[in-house]
Structure formats: C-alpha cells, structure tokens
C-alpha cells in the first residue's frame, strides 16, 4: 500500500520550475501530532501535491489530502468514522511582506532556506481539518451508551459509558 513514498523535504521554488506533480501516501502512524487526536491511528493519507508558478510568477502548491480516519465520539465515546477530504491552494513566500501582498485565493506557505520538511505541512492540514467535537450523526450514537433523557446533555451523555461499563463487571 504505501508503495509511491513521497520525498521527505522538499523545495517548493525548485520543483514549481519544474512544473512537478507528486502523487504518494504517508502512513497516519507516523505523525507525531496528528496520531494522538485519533482513536486508532490506522491507515494512510492520500497526497497529491501539483507545483506551478502562476501568471504573476507566484510559485504555488496545490494540496489535496484524502483520509479516513476514527476518531473518538464526545457522546458516547464509540469510534466515529471521518472522512477528510482537503484541498488547499498555497502560495510560496518567504517573508511577512510577500504574504501580505498574496491574493486572497492563496494561503501563504513560508519558505527560507531550509528545504520544507513534508510531512509538517501535511500534518498542520490534517489537524486543522478535525472536527473540534467529533460525534455521530444525531441517533447514531453506541445504543448502550445512551440512556433515556440523555440524548441532548452533554454532560450526563459523557458520564454514561462509565456507569454501563460498571455495571457488566457484576
Ligand atoms: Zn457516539
């Protein structure tokens, strides 16, 4: 599965020049930020990543990012599937000033000297892309975890899993 592997740094000016699409996968395993907000940090991210220099000689990098992810449901504490699905348009700039002067269909990406590790951006995309509260869709919740009356309080909704799991040990 994760046979195409994307580069681990990248030079964004060097490969906009040359016009370079990369196409690949990165283990979620691997992420040290982005696999603790997970409830099990199995599978992979889809990247694809196009490199270009606009009409205004901008250098960009488009980013598309595909994923399915389990995340941990705040209501019944079951695991929700999500499906990440981001496409993001950066501009290359290397200092405050050039990114001020971006359009606004561009979000700034900076770069200096150092080649850009890859995986950070990517990582930064998917964490910013969570949902802040995951949940199930409304009645989709583990059925032993509601109770009745508990559908729409959060806080006796949280406490729940507690009490039935208290009670299968007797
Ligand atoms: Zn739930």
Sequence with gaps: MSDERLPLHIDPLRLARAGVQLRGRMPL???????????????????????GIDAERRTFMKMRLRAQVNLVCQRCLGQVQHGIEVERLLGVVTSEAQAERLPAIY?????AEEPLFLREVVEDELILSLPI?????????APAATGAGTDNKAGSARENPFAVLAGLKH
């Design 29 to 51: 395993a691997e992420m040290g930020r982005f696999a603790p907000l997970l409830a099990t940090p199995d599978g992979e991210v889809e990247v694809e990543l196009d490199f």
């Design 107 to 111: 979000e700034p990406l900076f770069f």
């Design 133 to 141: 509260v995951p949940r199930h869709k409304e009645g989709e919740c």
